[in-house]
């Protein structure tokens, strides 16, 4: 008896969340595909022209933290200075790298130690020196070499020595469209009721694509499985998912491989939190809620614009690892800001976003895995109706399909970057397997960071190991502490 | 805390209502282990099925059911969700679909549709499933279908801009003249891409001038291409209306005057961003006359891009005094900016003024432009304000008097270098090193007093690269 009111019990709660989670996916879904056309017809009647040669164009300083990025730090930073906008600076911020980043660096772009005082506004480990080029065609670029502090400790040096009014957060190994800064400083210049206080891009994978001089040159289809999967997986999370949560105002995540804050609120909101792993995360949410307590209109906005390329992990390895590190952050800072759950103080984020990352980040995978170990148990004592099981299953593996191919059409439709019918077809053959061979993948890995986080405790980064996107495969160790 | 009180309990009654609902829908297994008494057990499943299919009123059992009772009802379900269509065809309809699956999956199929009629959830789920298959093949042939429409239009769009530039180029080189071109460009074919051609004319006209530009706007106007852009001023999509009121602006200004001029305050921020940039195009000669009627606010967008135009096109500019006292800040803010801009050094008297304002970007606008202006009649106004100043205005008022102070202003900025903000202390520094022999002399004398704790500040500002 006790055992056929639990069993009930636990079959409603999972199919309310299967259902609710089914419904909020199609909501989003509409919004994104609306909001979608509207940026894709307001891009045609934008001139960026104007904002190239103006003396009203907003300054901006890039900031790139480096470790042990050695073998492609030249490129990289040749690829920053090479970006269109009238109003830039670089800070590369060498974050205690243990190879020889900062004397490549150094030589390739003639750079010498400047005297020069820092005035420390956010929290960060020490900063040992401030380099400068002697040569004036680089006088926008600034090297900073600092004591190691990880990812978010390099950022707010960055942050403490950047003159622009705004800051752009960036990987250095990532490929930035050169484009990227007046897309994404413009929401700050259109809006007028509202203070925009940072905007964020679409990350793509450039796996398989062809790159020179930190170029993109060819955009291609991942030949990998695994990189294959997750352009579908970053397909529905930008253009799908973020873009409908722009929107709603209420985004809480701005990807840390791109995004540009305003300068004056993320030093007046503390700047990254070098205690977490989910900087990029948390730093939005402390803006927003700094926004929130002194009740200024702000907004996050979500430019729908592939604007950062970035090589996804390529072994299950390194993913799990990626993917156990984004569990671990996203828990870090749902947990350090639980006064948001139903806070209707915070507006959309308290009532919307933040249940949202509860309900349907945190506990999917783990509400998932309880539905299976349920099942399986059903299944032991011959108790399920196969039927019905069967049926769902085909329901639930077509809506899987169904969402994943639909955001392919979105990206197809919008930016038609993969022209061949072979990379369509390749993509949706990846959208019919994932479900199968990737997703228990990366719900094993979500439980794992969950047991990391609760259990072991865990803080530090893990390694993050990288092919390189030359031909040659070079490895390149990108690890932060 | 009442309120997050108030928004949990709703959300929890949703929850229960939801909850109730499925275990209602969800779970006939169950229902019938727990109303055993309502249904024979020893039935055999198929039968059950064929029971439960018919679609009727109230069975005698179901009055006797208790809680889960509605389960036995739940042949009304299809009749609601395929009112019209009764269940028994629709089963028939399902039972006949069986021939278009192969042999190992048809008797599987023909349980399953037998059984989803015992579960409505399972029918109702199934009808999903097949809407969903549908869908994937339709939006498959989509994809499939668009990429080569796109790919084909890619291609033809390189080749008619050929086409077009290359015949606009003979124009312009007077190969060919203006009815000839018309002559050509009428072909039915390129009639279906005038948009092309408004776009290549667009960015001939913004690359030429005199004559040419000229021949431009009568080709344009020639073959009568401002009706398609009036027309497009109509369309239900905001960016054709854009486009549209962009052409006329660029191409035929005196038929978008008056559009333009009702559109500067459109409470549709894109469609006013866009008629307040176009507005300079089509009124020459007096093109800020806008800014007296702007009653919606007045974007950076709109500024920049306003900027731009009368910068290339080089053309004269009014004085920006009589925009300092409007009701909109944008716009007061603006005409600092561009009295900034253009050096209109005349409106001192104004700017100075502003100093005193409650905005704080406007104030800090102002010091910019006394700096910018070089007023130095606003030195006693911004000592006197520096210390009720922003963080950020004392640094500008700090850096202004690198323009416009003078060795009478040594005392004022030793109180600033001997502050303890950094930023504060590191730009006075500046501005007293810049301040001629005097003010270096002055520095070092304070560096001394405060035993060199300003060395690393002047060796900061002493290298120009920071």
């Known amino acids: 008896m006790i055992f056929h009111i639990l069993s009930t019990i636990a079959e409603v709660v999972i199919l309310v969340y299967a259902l609710s989670l089914f419904l909020v996916y199609i909501l989003l879904s509409i919004l994104s595909g609306k909001e979608l056309l509207k940026h894709f017809y307001a891009e045609k009647i934008t001139n960026y022209d104007a904002i190239l040669s103006s003396p009203f164009a907003p300054t901006i300083s890039i900031i790139a933290p480096a470790y042990n990025e050695s073998l492609t730090i030249v490129e990289n930073i040749r690829a920053l200075l090479s970006l269109y906008y009238p ?7 060498n974050d205690g790298s243990k190879d020889d980043t900062l004397q490549r660096a150094i030589e390739a772009y003639e750079m010498e130690r400047v005297p020069y005082v820092i005035d420390y506004k956010i929290g960060c480990k020490e900063i040992l020196e401030i380099y400068k080029s002697r040569k004036k065609a680089f006088n926008n670029l600034t090297i900073l070499n600092k004591v190691n502090g990880g990812k978010a400790d390099a950022l707010n040096a960055g942050i403490n020595i950047a003159k622009g009014q705004f800051f752009t957060a960036i990987d250095v190994d990532s490929i930035i ?23 964020g891009g679409v990350i793509r994978i450039a796996n398989s694509c062809k790159i020179k001089d930190g170029q993109l040159i060819e955009i291609n289809v991942p030949d990998d499985f695994l990189p294959r999967c997750q352009v579908i997986e970053y397909n529905r999370a930008f253009l799908l998912g973020r873009l409908a949560w722009s929107r709603l105002d209420g985004l809480l995540l701005i990807s840390g491989a791109l995004g540009l804050f305003d300068k004056e609120i993320a030093i007046a909101s503390g700047g990254y939190l070098s205690t977490t792993v989910g900087e990029d995360m948390e730093i939005v949410v402390r803006m927003r809620k700094y926004m929130a307590n002194k009740k200024e209109k702000y907004s996050v906005v979500y430019v729908p614009d592939p604007l950062c390329w970035t090589e996804a992990p390529s072994s299950l390895k390194v993913l799990g690892s990626q993917r156990n590190r984004w569990t671990r952050g996203a828990i870090d800072t749902l947990f350090l800001h639980r ?17 949202y990352w509860i309900f349907y980040e945190w506990l999917a995978p783990i509400i998932e895995t309880l539905g299976i170990l349920y099942f399986i148990l059903i299944a032991l004592f011959g108790y399920p109706n196969w039927t019905f099981f069967s049926i769902t299953l085909f329901f639930v593996y077509f809506f899987s399909v169904s969402f994943s191919t639909y955001a392919i059409l979105f990206d197809h439709l919008i930016y038609h970057r993969y022209t061949k019918k072979s990379m369509i077809f390749k993509l949706l053959l990846t959208s019919w397997l994932e479900p199968f061979f990737y997703h228990p993948f990366v719900t094993w890995w979500a439980l794992r960071g969950n047991w990391d986080y609760f259990i072991r405790k865990k803080k530090a980064w893990g390694k993050m190991t990288r092919k390189g996107f030359s031909t040659e495969k070079v490895p390149a160790e990108a690890a932060m502490p | 805390m009442r309120i997050r009180f108030l928004t949990l309990s709703f959300l929890f009654t949703v929850f229960a209502l939801f909850a109730g609902m499925a275990n209602i829908q969800a779970f006939p297994e169950k229902a019938k282990h727990a109303n055993s008494n309502t249904l024979s057990s020893d039935k055999s499943f198929d039968n059950q099925a064929k029971d439960s299919v018919v679609i009727a009123p109230k069975s005698e059992a179901s009055e006797t059911s208790g809680t889960l009772e509605p389960n036995r009802n739940r042949g009304t379900f299809t009749q609601r969700l395929f009112p019209g269509l009764s269940s028994e065809n629709l089963r028939k309809l399902l039972l ?18 037998g059984k989803a009629f015992f579960f409505p959830v399972a029918l109702f789920l199934m009808v999903l499933i097949l809407a969903l298959m549908g869908n994937l093949l339709v939006v498959t042939g989509i994809l499939f279908l668009s990429n080569r429409i796109m790919n084909y239009e890619r291609k033809e769009k390189v080749r008619l801009r050929i086409f077009f530039e290359k015949t606009l ?80 602006a660029n191409m035929h200004p005196y038929h978008a005057t008056e559009m333009i001029a009702s559109r500067l305050n459109d409470p549709d921020d894109i469609v006013r961003t866009e008629s307040q940039i176009c507005y300079p195009h089509v009124n020459k000669e007096f093109p800020f006359e806008f800014l007296s009627i702007l009653e919606m606010p007045f974007s950076e967008w709109a500024q920049l891009n306003i900027y ?41 008297e104004q700017i100075i003024g502003k100093l005193k304002v409650p905005n704080e970007t406007t104030r800090h606008l102002a010091i910019v432009a006394c700096g910018e202006l070089h007023l130095f009649d606003s030195k006693a106004v911004l000592k006197e304000s520096f210390l009720g100043e922003t963080a950020k205005n004392q640094l500008e008022i700090t850096r202004v008097f690198q323009s416009i102070g003078d060795e009478t202003d040594i005392p004022f900025l030793e109180t600033i270098v ?15 090193y810049f301040l001629g022999e005097n003010g270096k002399n002055h520095l070092e004398r304070i560096n001394q007093s405060l035993n060199d704790i300003l060395s690393p500040f002047i060796a900061h500002i002493k290298d120009q690269r920071n």
């Open chain 2, 96 to 113: 006949d679909w069986k021939n278009l699956f192969p042999d190992p999956i048809r008797s599987y199929y023909v349980a399953m549709v």
């Open chain 2, 418 to 432: 001997r502050n303890e903000s950094i930023p504060l202390r590191l730009e006075g520094c500046r501005t007293l």
């Open chain 1, 87 to 93: 109003n830039f600076e670089i800070i590369i911020v």
């Open chain 1, 339 to 355: 006064d948001l759950f139903f806070n209707p103080k915070f507006g959309v984020m308290g009532i919307l976003s933040y249940p």
């Open chain 2, 308 to 348: 731009y135009y009368i910068k290339i096109h080089e053309m004269p500019v009014p004085s920006f005094n009589k925009w300092l006292g409007s009701g909109q800040i944008n716009v007061v803010n603006f005409s600092i900016l561009m009295i900034t801009l253009f050096q209109q050094q005349e409106h001192a």
């Open chain 1, 177 to 199: 469209d050169p484009y990227a800064l007046q897309k994404m400083v413009l929401p700050f210049l259109t809006a007028t009721n509202k203070r925009v206080i940072a905007t």
């Open chain 2, 169 to 248: 180029t003979d124009l312009m080189l007077q190969v060919t003249n203006t009815q000839e071109t018309i002559q050509i460009l009428s072909h039915p074919y390129l009639k279906e891409n005038y948009n092309l051609l408004i776009d290549i004319l667009m960015e001939f006209q913004k690359s030429f001038r005199g004559d040419a530009d000229r021949q431009i706007i009568e080709l344009y106007q020639g073959m009568d291409l401002g009706q398609i852009s009036y027309n497009k001023t109509f369309a239900i999509f905001f960016y054709k209306q854009i486009q549209g009121i962009h052409e006329l």
